[in-house]
């Protein structure tokens, strides 16, 4: 079982950044991909970035070269750095982490409980 905590979200205005952590505790963190999700009421969650073990990384395109995802083994943590931010950015964001190929698919074993981002215009 693994357990992950989201925190870093919050209010800020176009053109800012945030940064998202991901601790996760429970089974050995360096063994799985680590992938964001976002979702907004009534859409379905959508994927942002993923990290694989080896540090290999995809991003969706709405946010290439925006936002960057990276992990620190030794904290088991996964970062979301999102600069250049812009409103429709705002979403809850969640942590997940599984295989590469089920985290590409939606489809993570574990995921957290969310963190809120909401970007003003």
């Known amino acids: 079982q693994v357990q992950l905590v989201e925190s870093g979200g919050g209010l800020v205005q176009a053109g800012g950044s945030l940064r998202l952590s991901c601790a996760a505790s429970?089974?050995?963190?360096?063994?799985?991909?680590m992938g964001w999700f976002r979702q907004v009421p009534g859409k379905e969650r959508e994927f942002v970035a993923t990290i694989t073990r080896s540090a290999g990384t995809y991003y969706a395109d709405s946010v290439k070269a925006r936002f960057t995802i990276s992990r620190d083994n030794a904290k088991s943590t996964v970062y979301l750095q999102m600069n250049s931010l812009k409103p429709e950015d705002t979403a809850v964001y969640y942590c997940?982490?599984?295989?590469?190929?089920?985290?590409?698919?939606?489809?993570?074993?574990?995921w957290g409980q969310g963190t809120q981002v909401t970007v003003s215009s």
């Open positions: 429970g089974r050995t963190f360096s063994s799985f991909a």
């Open positions: 997940a982490a599984g295989t590469l190929a089920g985290v590409l698919s939606n489809k993570a074993d574990y």
